[in-house]
């Protein structure tokens, strides 16, 4: 019995032995593809290319479409030295205007420190309200003729559900220090005075926004009340407001417009453990922490 017993032991240490090599391995192939696919994606040339740095998405302090990224792509970009020109291909619906203003600043910025490296802003499907922002800091912007482009405005919106309470019998208790603290509260009442102070904060913003496209665009922009209304147009029309300056991907702006079809991209990208963890997802890796012994399985 007990000779058997050992047996078994010993059957079962040379399986979780087998199993856990097996596991190892599969996580060695696993990081060499991902490694591999990191350099080879980010890969610079030794030769002159156009910089390509991507804005995808909504832009906001905790997306991949932050400033803080953003900005990391186009520094690298512009200290390489064999960079030709830079663009900045954007697909965005917009987002903060905080984090488009740390963009826009930044480009007139490292224009200022690099003046032969001209940026391009190309927009695919989207570049509106923050994506339009900070394509205005470009030196050029290009669109397709579908290409949505604009919406340079400012919103706020919330609901209220004052009535809903008194229907329901349920009382709000809100306390605060400050009259106003709790003037954007949805279970309250909005006062006159306090829309009245909020649209000043939005018309300020708004404002600066304008200021901004002003700057960028110049006297390339028509005389036309309606390019801040929010309103959003075509490329097509874009074009003719002075929106943008032509109608063109990536691959024609850097063929035609730079001279340098060579394309480098330099928008960062996730580490290796981040594009594990992405592609193989929670699951995997619990099994892996599992199977190799860092973290134990709960009881059953």
Do not use: C
């Not at 193989?280 to 059953?300: D, I, N």
């Amino acid at each position: 019995m007990v000779s058997s017993l050992s047996v078994e032991q010993r059957r079962s240490r040379r399986w979780g032995i087998f199993f856990k090599l097996l596991t190892f391995g599969y996580l060695f192939v696993a990081m060499y593809l991902v490694v591999g696919d990191n350099f080879s994606d980010k890969a610079i040339s030794s030769e002159p290319h156009t910089a390509l740095v991507d804005i995808q998405g909504a832009i906001s302090a905790d997306s991949e479409a932050s400033a803080d990224t953003i900005v990391h792509g186009l520094r690298a970009a512009f200290k390489d030295e064999n960079t030709e020109a830079v663009i900045l291909r954007i697909n965005s619906p917009g987002g903060s205007p905080v984090q488009s203003g740390y963009v826009y600043d930044e480009i007139k910025r490292l224009r200022q420190l690099y003046p032969t490296t001209k940026v391009y802003a190309v927009i695919s499907d989207i570049g509106a309200s923050g994506a339009y922002y900070i394509a205005a800091a470009a030196d050029e912007i290009y669109a397709d003729k579908a290409s949505l482009v604009g919406s340079i405005g400012v919103i706020s919106s919330s609901f209220g559900f004052v009535e809903v309470l008194e229907k329901l019998g349920v009382e709000r208790r809100v306390m605060t220090a400050g009259e106003h603290k709790a003037f954007l509260d949805p279970f309250a009442p909005l006062k006159a005075t306090e829309r009245q102070f909020w649209e000043g904060v939005l018309d300020t913003t708004h404002q600066q926004f304008i200021d901004q496209v002003k700057k960028g665009r110049g006297d390339r922009l028509k005389d036309d009340a309606k390019l801040f209304s929010g309103l959003i147009w075509t490329g097509e029309q874009s074009l003719e407001l002075g929106l943008i300056d032509g109608l063109g991907s990536t691959g024609y702006v850097a063929r035609e417009v730079v001279g340098v079809d060579n394309i480098v991209d330099f928008t960062p990208s996730m580490t290796p453990w981040e594009k594990l963890a992405d592609r193989f997802g929670v699951s995997v890796a619990r099994t892996l922490s599992t199977e190799l012994g860092l973290k134990t399985p709960p009881l059953q």
